[in-house]
């Protein structure tokens, strides 16, 4: 039997390699009291502050020399990628240790590569390489991920539905292009995909696009976000949290949906009591089944 702080057996130490969000410490806590001590390293430029109640560094995001060396120093066997990283990693910002240096090339390749699939699957190999095992944080924050159906007390109405189609499809094509996770859509038809600016600036983009009358002021939409097809699910599982329901109500929608089971849903009582309060609705999709809400309890 375990014994309370006690590390579960045969899995290492437990590292968080973090980013910008809510996600990192939500994850460090859940750790916690599963009976494990993370220790958090911040990327600099991203994380600017880390809670003193956990172990933690700071170190730039292409200084693999100085992560491995923290992750041997704390005797790490287990790796999550957490959080959101808005700037990429210049040449000149690589820093690899010597018995790694055959993986250079491929990590200045993914570097300069368009999309950011191919740079996390070369920072999965350095860690792997380096002798750690890199973890999805849904193996440690199980209840974050979004369920299928509704999430709040309103759901979405035929209009919403059509919105949320044509956002599924755009969300798929942009992640088959390694581009961005999420799509808004206006009246059945899309309106804005994300880019490298994120969810948040997305929205704020819709939100001027209205006050400009690029788009209606008064017609709805809907926001998706979905995992990318060829994603590897250990990484960047996209999210959503209170500021992702106020951004979409600023932007005039009436609602987000996101995929279940394949999605996290940050505070996620604060984002249902944000949507019911401003009266949007919150939707998980199973894209496997196109599970989009249809006559059964859905709004005319």
Request: aromatic content about 4%; charged content about 25%.
């Amino acid at each position: 039997m375990k014994k309370h702080g006690q590390r579960p057996e045969g899995k290492g130490r437990l590292a968080i390699i973090a980013g910008r969000g809510a996600l990192p410490l939500n994850i460090a806590r859940a750790a916690r009291a599963a009976n494990d001590e993370p220790f958090i390293i911040g990327l600099k430029g991203e994380v600017f502050d880390i809670s003193p109640e956990f172990d933690h560094a700071f170190a730039g995001v292409g200084d693999a020399a100085t992560i491995l060396g923290l992750l041997k120093e704390k005797n790490i066997g287990r790796v999550i990628l957490s959080g959101a990283v808005n700037r990429r990693p210049e040449i000149a910002d690589i820093r690899s240790p010597f018995r790694l240096l055959p993986l250079f090339p491929g990590i200045v390749r993914a570097v300069l590569s368009a999309g950011d699939d191919k740079l996390l699957r070369a920072v999965i190999s350095v860690i792997e390489k380096a002798g750690c095992r890199v973890v999805g944080a849904q193996e440690i924050v199980p209840d974050l991920l979004a369920r299928t159906g509704p999430l709040s007390a309103k759901k979405p109405g035929k209009a919403d539905i059509q919105n949320m189609e044509a956002a599924c499809a755009g969300a798929i094509a942009l992640g088959q292009l390694d581009v961005g996770q999420g799509a808004v859509a206006v009246g059945g038809r899309i309106v804005a995909l994300e880019g490298a600016e994120g969810t948040d600036s997305m929205l704020e983009r819709v939100a001027a696009m209205r006050k400009a009358g690029r788009i209606s002021k008064t017609r709805k939409g809907v926001l998706v976000k979905l995992c990318k097809p060829q994603q590897d699910e250990r990484v960047d599982l996209p999210s959503i949290g209170p500021d992702t329901i106020q951004n979409a109500y600023l932007a005039n929608l009436s609602g987000v949906a996101v995929e279940a089971g394949r999605s996290f849903v940050l505070d996620r009582e604060d984002v249902i009591e944000r949507a019911d309060r401003l009266g949007l609705f919150v939707w998980g999709i199973d894209r496997t089944q196109v599970d989009l809400p249809s006559g059964n309890g859905v709004d005319p």
